[in-house]
């Protein structure tokens, strides 16, 4: 998938002008679970709407599978399962039952419903009423219910929203395990705890906009701001070696802090060819909340990202 430039707005009653969405690139690789992140409010459904057709975008290009979207959307729309509102299903029916109204509704064999049911873990509940589900059981017959046309692409809305430690685990496993099959899974979130440990690569937004994109690891490591820790024997002659390349150092005994180096790397060259060899070199990783704060907060990002892998986007 691959959004370029992307733009929404809203008036609202009293005709002021909301940016929901401003000049939003996004590059979804194929297969895996990419994580689009933001907080509330940061135009992450707005941003979905218009992937799906259900939105108008001002500006801006999305195309799926390399085809361009909305005009060309029915070539594409069989491959792609989403869940963005909550999914209309009968109380009172059986979790199988809906399932099965859905699958005569898109012309696909009742075998397939069985296939799906299994998928999610509820074949086992398939008889129990969908008012008797969980929170999480709902989710997950959402779930089945975006695979009955076995599509290549899940979108999935802040699927863990409101859901207990367990069913937040089960939607993760669920989530990998399509990703493990070769689909690609785009799934929002607000809480990056929620899809950290699945998500393979992730956008972050924050009012609108993507404010890194890359992977989890690269996030965390913040390439462009790595914080390095060095002990070496002259912390006087680190320190000079260091600060002429224009970062900031401090020096604690033996320890000298870098911040602004490209990478460690960077660290250890740049005392090696000054004849300062280390000792150790710890690279000081940040926490991913504090990252991800600092993404999405009002203060601007250090973070350079590392580029999502451009080949075969979905
Ligand atoms: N139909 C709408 N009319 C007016 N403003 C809207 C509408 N939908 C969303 N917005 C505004 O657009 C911004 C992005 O909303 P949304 O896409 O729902 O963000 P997210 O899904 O990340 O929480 C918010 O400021 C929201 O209030
Ligand atoms: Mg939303």
């Known amino acids: 998938m691959r959004v370029r430039g992307l733009r929404k707005t809203y008036r609202t ?3 002021r002008e909301v940016v929901a969405v401003d000049h939003l690139d996004l590059t979804v690789p194929a297969g895996g679970v990419h994580a689009f992140l933001g907080p509330n409010g940061s135009g992450k459904t707005t941003t979905i709407r ?3 057709g ?3 975008p001002d500006a801006g290009s999305v195309h799926l599978f390399g085809t361009p979207v909305p005009e060309r959307l029915p070539d594409v729309i069989g491959r792609v399962g989403a869940i963005v509102e909550n999914p209309k299903f009968v109380p009172g029916f059986s979790g199988r039952r809906n399932l099965r109204l859905l699958a005569t509704a ?3 064999p009742h075998t397939r419903v069985e296939e799906v049911l ?3 873990g509820l074949r086992d509940r398939g008889v129990d009423q969908f008012r008797r589900y969980s929170l999480g059981m709902k989710q997950r017959l959402a779930i089945a219910a ?3 046309k076995d599509p290549d692409l899940l979108i999935f809305d802040e699927p863990t929203n409101g859901l207990d430690p367990e069913g937040i685990r089960d939607i993760r496993a669920t989530m990998r395990g399509l990703a493990d099959e070769g689909r690609t899974v785009l799934v929002s979130s607000h809480i990056l705890a929620e899809v950290e440990q699945v998500a393979d690569t992730v956008s972050v937004v924050a009012r609108g906009r993507l404010v890194a994109e890359g992977t989890v690891a690269g996030l965390l490591a913040g390439e462009g701001s790595a914080r390095v820790r060095v002990t070496v024997a002259d912390p006087a002659r680190a320190h000079a070696l260091l600060a002429a390349r224009g970062w900031a150092v401090q020096v604690d005994g033996r320890t000298v802090e870098v911040a602004g180096a490209p990478g460690p790397s960077h660290v250890n060259e740049a005392l090696a060819r000054g004849e300062v060899f280390a000792d150790e070199v ?3 990783r940040r926490d991913l909340e504090s990252v991800f704060l600092e993404l999405t907060g009002a203060r601007p990002s250090t973070v350079r990202p590392d580029a999502v892998a451009p080949a075969g986007a979905a």
């Open 13 to 15: 009653f009293s005709l």
């Open 118 to 120: 299994e998928r999610v």
């Open 50 to 52: 218009m992937l799906l």
């Open 282 to 284: 710890v690279v000081l």
């Open 54 to 56: 259900l939105a108008r």
């Open 146 to 148: 975006t695979l009955l």
């Open 106 to 108: 898109v012309d696909v």
